[in-house]
C-alpha cells in the first residue's frame, strides 16, 4: 500500500485491513519505519500497528526486546549490515515493523516471508521508480489518498495522472529476440548495459534503424545538451532507465514530438509529469513501459497532519462522484466495520 504525500494514512489502512481479516496468515513489514509513536518530522502522533495473533512481522532488535513472549523469534537476517528480525505474532499486539531500504532485500524479505509460512504480505510503503511497489513480486498496489495532499480537486488532478499512468503499458515491448510472434527491439551493444536482475539495460540507449545504440549515460540528469544533440538525428525510440521529468520533457518534447520518437521507460510511475505532459505524449502513442502500474483500489483518509481535517462525506462524495467505477474504500468505514468485528 502506497500514499500520494507523507502521513496519507497507509498505517491505519493496513491496521484496518488487518483487523477485518485477522484470521488470513498475513506477512507484514514496511519499506521505512512504521509504528512509532509519533511522527519524525512533525513530532505529531501516530498509529501503532496492530498485530493480529499468527501475524508474521518483520521488525528490529529494540522491538524485539520490548515484545517478550507476545512473539516467537523465527530468524534473523542481516541486510546491509542491519540486523532484522522475523517474528509471529503468538497474541494481538502493537509494535514497530520496518524493513530494509533497497529493492532487492525487500523482495528477498517477501520471500523469506512466505518460507516461514506467510499465505499473503502487506507491504507499507512508498511510491516512487525505486519502490518496491513497482516490483514485479507485488500482485496489486493500494493507494491512499489523503488530505494531507491537498484539496478535493488537487486529489482528483493526481487521480486522473495516476489513472493515465496505468494505461501506459507494451506487453509486447523486447530487447533482444522475444516469443514467437511478438513485437521487438534488436540490442546492438555491449551486454554490460544490461541490469541482470531484471534484464533491461541500464543505460540510456536511443534506437535507429532497428538498432539500439548506448548513449554512455545512465540518467538524462546532467546530460540533457547530449540527448538533445542525439535527439537531431531524429532516433525511433529512446529508452529512459531513471527518471524523466518536466524539466527534462521541457527540453526533449519539441524533438520526441516533431520525430515521433517513442519514449521508453522501465515503469510508468519513472515519469514525473503533469498530467498535461502525459496526455500530449499519450494522444499521439509517443510514450510505452515494460512494466504495468496496477491499482487495486483507492483507500480515502480524510485527515491531515497540521491541517484542519476535510469533512469526511463530502471528501468520499467528491471522489465517488468523480470516479463513479473507480473502486474506493473509505478508511473510516473500514475501521467501523473492523471495530464491531
Known amino acids: ?45 501516530k498509529p501503532r500497528v496492530k498485530i493480529p ?8 532488535t529494540q522491538s524485539v526486546e520490548s515484545l517478550g513472549s507476545r512473539a516467537s523469534i523465527l530468524a534473523s537476517r542481516l541486510f546491509s549490515g542491519r540486523k532484522l528480525w522475523f517474528l509471529k505474532a503468538e497474541e494481538e499486539l502493537e509494535t514497530v515493523i520496518t524493513g530494509p531500504a533497497s529493492v532487492l532485500e525487500q523482495s528477498k ?19 516512487d521508480r525505486k519502490s518496491i511497489a513497482l516490483d514485479r513480486l507485488l500482485h496489486l498496489s493500494v493507494m491512499v489518498l489523503g488530505a494531507s495532499f491537498g484539496s478535493s480537486k488537487e486529489i482528483i488532478e493526481e487521480i486522473n495522472r495516476i489513472n493515465l499512468l496505468q494505461s501506459i503499458y507494451s506487453p509486447n515491448l523486447y530487447f533482444g529476440k522475444p516469443a514467437s510472434g511478438a513485437r521487438f527491439y534488436s540490442f546492438a551493444t555491449n551486454k554490460d548495459s544490461f541490469d541482470d536482475a531484471e534484464g533491461l539495460p541500464q543505460k540510456v540507449l536511443f534506437n535507429k534503424d532497428g538498432a539500439w545504440y548506448d548513449t554512455g549515460f545512465e540518467s538524462l540528469m546532467g546530460n540533457l545538451d547530449k540527448m538533445q544533440k542525439i535527439m537531431q538525428q531524429e532516433p525511433d525510440a529512446i529508452y529512459v532507465p531513471t527518471a524523466y521529468t518536466s524539466l527534462m520533457h521541457e527540453k526533449l518534447a519539441p524533438a520526441l514530438i516533431q520525430g515521433k520518437t517513442q519514449l521508453i521507460v522501465r ?53 465517488r462522484k468523480k470516479f463513479p467505477d473507480m473502486r474506493v474504500i473509505d478508511i473510516m468505514e473500514l475501521e467501523d466495520v473492523g471495530r464491531k468485528k
Open 53 to 60: 495473533a499468527g501475524c508474521y512481522f518483520c521488525t528490529d
Open 267 to 319: 515503469h510508468p510511475f519513472q515519469l514525473y509529469l503533469t498530467l498535461a505532459e502525459l496526455k500530449q505524449l499519450h494522444k499521439r502513442s509517443l510514450i510505452k513501459a515494460f512494466r504495468r502500474l496496477f491499482v487495486g483500489f483507492y483507500a480515502l483518509n480524510s485527515t491531515a497532519v497540521g491541517k484542519s481535517p476535510q469533512d469526511a462525506l463530502k471528501f468520499r462524495a467528491a471522489i
Open 109 to 127: 524479505v517477501m520471500l523469506n516471508m512466505r518460507a516461514l509460512g506467510a499465505s499473503k504480505i502487506l507491504v507499507d510503503g512508498s511510491l
Open 1 to 45: 500500500m502506497v500514499g500520494l504525500s507523507k502521513n496519507a494514512g497507509k498505517t491505519s489502512l493496513l491496521n484496518a485491513i488487518l483487523a477485518n481479516a485477522p484470521d488470513l496468515e498475513w506477512g507484514v513489514f514496511s519499506t521505512g519505519i512504521d509504528g512509532e509513536e509519533e511522527d519524525r518530522v512533525y513530532k505529531s502522533p
